[in-house]
């Protein structure tokens, strides 16, 4: 009678060849704790991962047994929203993850979140992107990094963070799922929503900001900070409407270059900061799965997409895997025309036959880049843009990506034809070899044959590199105090990826929350 009441949590084992047997994990609970199946009132998963390392494949719970006990069917978390229509004003910068979690934590808090964004709403900018891949045009302010929901609508919607701050990333997966994510986010040790499922969640989070008394601008680029004494005053949008403010949450994002331009030229802080740029390398799924799984044939059923992450140190310099794309797709994520960008994203099933990742290389930002000393702050924004215009004149001067077979990319050797590809706007053979500075490229096949060692199979004449993946994150730093306030301009606080402060959606919502509390505390 030792369990009369109570909950256990534990771990189980679940072989692949078992997940599909009813009831399985009662069963192995029941087994565990040695009560009956039916003492167990209920049982709920916490925690669900792979453990693909040995050809006998495990799928590891990590669950809450409840016996005899009522299981909870609401959560913990609850998001109480106030009406701020006629509260004090917070301006934000930016509607991507930081500038949505700054929002509707200042309604949390009872102030009025004002939000400008360059972009469209989330559906509209279905049209842009379109022609992104099929016209070759880029629009400048709605395009897969600007517009509702940001960078990562379009790319993803990858929540994987390395955060310690464990409370507040539950906070906020809770409140994604609050706003109709799957519940599934919670378990997943890599959750994942989908590009396909992203935007509806997005015009969930709009309309609570709405609904509460918020305002949210589009198509509003900031083009100007009206500064006085040192304090932000008011803020220039690009229809030269000027609006008085409070406080501003600048939240926009790793490829806004005209705010770093804007700062630059007003004398106000900025650093360069290291970062990493690279290819992005394109595998037909089956190979991958292949190597993790141990499978010759299709991947099991019950397993998805197989994903990897690689890392090796080059002559001091890692160069290492970035967002890791199962079953997904390659995408043109310039923000200009005459520049090429490519990022990956995967819809929420990972059904698509081709498996991508980054592979970059650190720029170490202090050592690295002797040329480009007198861009001072911007140095390391030049390089980056100088390296997307490389791609763009290697490729066609259009948005086709220049691309090697990866076997002819590390022994030197231009590619007479290519795989086929999941990027839209279509690769043209170039000498990527030779193109990419040494910095980046020599280390490049280094890396790749050490991932070779590391994956048997991974090194193959059946993946294409393309260039060039080069906004993995900010290359210029907005600094903060403590209170995270700008040091040099009162009522200014930088957030999120686009300061340097985040590196993912997840991250840069939890520093879009912060920031919201900051600029509270010092109205």
């Known amino acids: 009678n030792y369990f009369c009441h109570m909950i256990k949590e534990i771990q189980i084992r679940v072989q692949l060849q078992e997940e599909s047997i009813p009831n399985i994990i009662l069963k192995k609970a029941a087994h565990q704790l040695s009560i009956s199946p039916t003492k167990i009132s209920g049982i709920k998963v916490l925690r669900k991962s792979i453990d693909a390392r040995k050809p006998q494949i495990y799928f590891n719970y990590k669950i809450s047994v409840y016996i005899k006990e009522p299981v909870p069917n609401t959560s913990e978390y609850s998001f109480t929203y106030k009406d701020v229509s006629k509260a004090k004003e917070i301006h934000i910068i930016g509607f991507g993850p930081a500038g949505m979690y700054a929002a509707l934590r200042c309604i949390e808090l009872g102030f009025k979140p004002v939000v400008?964004?360059?972009?469209?709403?989330?559906?509209?900018?279905?049209?842009?992107?379109?022609?992104?891949?099929?016209?070759?045009?880029?629009?400048?302010?709605?395009?897969?990094?600007?517009?509702?929901?940001?960078?990562?609508?379009?790319?993803?919607?990858?929540?994987?963070?390395?955060?310690?701050?464990?409370?507040?990333?539950?906070?906020?997966?809770?409140?994604?799922?609050?706003?109709?994510?799957?519940?599934?986010?919670?378990?997943?040790?890599?959750?994942?929503?989908?590009?396909?499922?992203?935007?509806?969640?997005?015009?969930n989070i709009r309309e609570t900001i709405l609904n509460h008394g918020g305002e949210i601008h589009f198509e509003s680029r900031v083009v100007d900070f009206i500064i006085k004494n040192h304090k932000i005053q008011a803020i220039q949008l690009k229809n030269e409407l000027e609006m008085p403010v409070n406080a501003v949450i600048l939240a926009t994002g790793h490829s806004a270059r005209d705010i770093y331009y804007l700062l630059d030229r007003k004398n106000i802080a900025l650093q360069a900061k290291s970062f990493a740029m690279g290819v992005r390398v394109e595998h037909p799924q089956h190979i991958i799965d292949s190597i993790q799984y141990h499978c010759t044939d299709q991947r099991d059923e019950l397993l998805p997409a197989a994903s990897y992450s690689l890392v090796h140190q080059v002559q001091d310099r890692g160069v290492y895997s970035f967002c890791m794309c199962p079953g997904g797709f390659i995408v043109p994520a310039a923000t200009a025309n005459g520049e090429v960008v490519v990022n990956g994203m995967s819809p929420s099933r990972r059904n698509n036959p081709y498996a991508n990742s980054g592979i970059v290389v650190e720029i170490n930002i202090e050592k690295d880049l002797p040329k480009y000393q007198h861009f001072g702050a911007l140095?390391?924004?030049?390089?980056?843009?100088?390296?997307?215009?490389?791609?763009?004149?290697?490729g066609e001067r259009n948005q086709t990506a220049p691309a090697q077979r990866l076997t002819d990319f590390v022994e030197g050797n231009v590619s007479l034809d290519l795989n086929p590809t999941s990027y839209q706007p279509g690769l043209k053979s170039a000498p990527l070899h030779s193109l990419l500075p040494k910095l980046i490229g020599g280390r490049l096949r280094k890396g790749f044959e050490a991932f070779g060692r590391k994956m048997y199979g991974y090194y193959t004449s059946e993946a294409n590199i393309v260039g060039v993946e080069s906004r993995t994150s900010s290359p210029v730093n907005i600094p903060r105090k403590d209170d995270l306030e700008h040091p040099e301009i009162e009522g200014l606080f930088p957030c999120g990826e686009g300061g340097g402060y985040a590196g993912g959606i997840i991250s840069a919502a939890m520093d879009g929350e912060r920031c919201a509390e900051a600029a509270i505390a010092k109205l």
């Not at 140095?379 to 290697?394: C, H, M, N, V």
Request: glycine share 10%; aromatic share 6%; proline share 2%.
């Open 116 to 203: 400008l964004e360059r972009g469209k709403k989330v559906q509209e900018r279905r049209r842009d992107l379109k022609a992104i891949n099929q016209d070759h045009h880029v629009d400048s302010d709605s395009n897969y990094c600007f517009g509702e929901g940001g960078a990562g609508t379009y790319s993803d919607g990858k929540l994987y963070t390395r955060s310690l701050k464990r409370g507040d990333v539950r906070r906020i997966f809770e409140n994604l799922v609050h706003h109709g994510a799957t519940e599934q986010i919670l378990i997943d040790a890599h959750p994942h929503i989908g590009t396909n499922k992203l935007p509806k969640i997005i015009e």
């Open 379 to 394: 140095k390391g924004l030049e390089y980056q843009k100088d390296l997307e215009r490389l791609a763009f004149t290697s």
